[in-house]
């Protein structure tokens, strides 16, 4: 059962546009989301966050969306870079389990063409 | 500044060999997790760590044992490989402050495959 899930394996945008990269959760409980970008054959780094309590977060280019009643995220991207082409996971955690573990998504694969 | 390293990089088994897998941190965090990456998966979490001397399981512990013996250290074994454990593993760490969430700081992998 896929608590957290990125129903696109895969997005290409032009260089310049915008990319949006969506997530859908199932657990109701979850109130703190991140995203992490891999590159091949590194580790996944935390990009942003965001918790219940808010409905965007903002760093720069990247905006994080929470739409809570519909469970859903998104994490857009402007303007879209070529070294923004990787792999993005969304993870989900809930403040009660204590040992902030998160459940991740099985990434997008996003490309971005110059 | 290191990190999260993870020993060895790649390793080839041949099933029912043993192996331990080392992650190192040096950013005092309290925290450290054991995932694994398969295709169409994502990151299945497979043991965890909120202090030194203590572990639990995550959602895929069978075959896998864990010990955090030193506060910087988090050990990751296969007592027994089979062909199923063929996977990349990424360690994670986090700093636990109370009431601040905090983002997991992950290595680079060690990718796994067993013959």
């Known amino acids: 059962d896929q608590q957290v899930k990125q129903n696109s394996p895969s997005l290409s945008v032009q260089e310049g546009r915008i990319s949006i990269l969506n997530c859908d959760y199932t657990n109701s409980m979850f109130d703190y989301f991140l995203w992490y970008k891999k590159y091949p054959a590194e580790g996944p780094t935390f990009l942003i966050s965001?918790?219940?309590?808010?409905d965007k977060n903002e760093d720069g280019r990247f905006t994080v969306f929470l739409n809570k009643s519909a469970k859903h995220l998104s994490l857009h991207i402007v303007p879209s870079q070529p070294g923004d082409s990787a792999v993005y996971f969304c993870a989900a955690s809930r403040s009660t389990s204590g040992t902030y573990k998160y459940i991740f998504g099985t990434g997008t694969r996003l490309k971005v063409l110059a | 500044n290191a990190g999260v390293t993870q020993t060895p990089k790649f390793r080839v088994l041949k099933t029912g060999q043993s192996m331990t897998l080392l992650c190192a941190q040096d950013m005092n965090h309290e925290y450290m997790y054991w995932y694994r990456q398969d295709p169409g998966m994502g990151l299945r979490l497979i043991h965890y760590s909120v202090g030194e001397g203590t572990t639990a399981k995550g959602e895929v512990p069978d075959g896998y044992n864990v010990s955090r013996l030193k506060k910087q250290n988090f050990l990751l074994g296969l007592e027994s490989a089979a062909p199923s454990q063929t996977s990349v593993y990424f360690c994670?760490?986090?700093?636990?402050?109370?009431?601040?969430?905090?983002?997991?700081?992950f290595g680079d992998g060690t990718r796994l495959s067993i013959l």
């Open positions: 965001i918790s219940s309590i808010k």
């Open positions: 994670a760490s986090s700093y636990p402050r109370t009431g601040v969430r905090q983002p997991q700081h």
